[in-house]
């Protein structure tokens, strides 16, 4: 698979917006999160991008195929991170929680047809 630049693929551009949506939500989350849930959301939804990006500098599919896995490792991880902070209220009831998860499964599609395609 050729890409000229992790920015021509559109898991990456998603996954950049799932940031700034991630960012939005946990900027009113207690402050007494501040290095807790807040920190450990936008480390994960940071790293899904990051990841892809990376691997798409990395020389192969192999390894281009590895940093994909890790990328979706964050986004399972940030999925269940939404849940608990949904289940502990930090989430304001006016927030359309269901359009998030629908986005997070999304991004989790596409990199796994992403990763098919760099079928080994």
């Keep these: 698979m050729n890409v000229r ?4 693929l559109n898991v990456w551009k998603e996954s950049m917006d799932l940031i700034e949506t991630i ?14 849930l807040t920190s450990q ?3 994960c939804a940071v790293s899904i991008p990051s990841n892809i990006a990376e691997g798409a500098g990395r020389k192969g599919s192999k390894e281009f195929a590895r940093f994909l896995y890790i990328a979706m490792g964050s986004l399972s991880e940030l999925e269940t991170q939404f849940e608990i902070s949904i289940r502990l209220k930090y989430v304001p009831e006016e927030i359309q929680t269901e359009v998030i998860f629908d986005k997070i499964i999304y991004i989790r599609r596409m990199l796994s047809k992403l990763i098919k395609s760099l079928a080994l």
């Excluded at 630049?5 to 021509?8: N, Q, T, V």
């Excluded at 960012?23 to 290095?35: A, G, L, N, V």
């Design 5 to 8: 630049s992790h920015k021509d």
């Design 23 to 36: 960012y939005f939500i946990s900027k009113d989350f207690p402050k007494e999160e501040i290095y807790g």
């Design 41 to 43: 959301m936008r480390r």
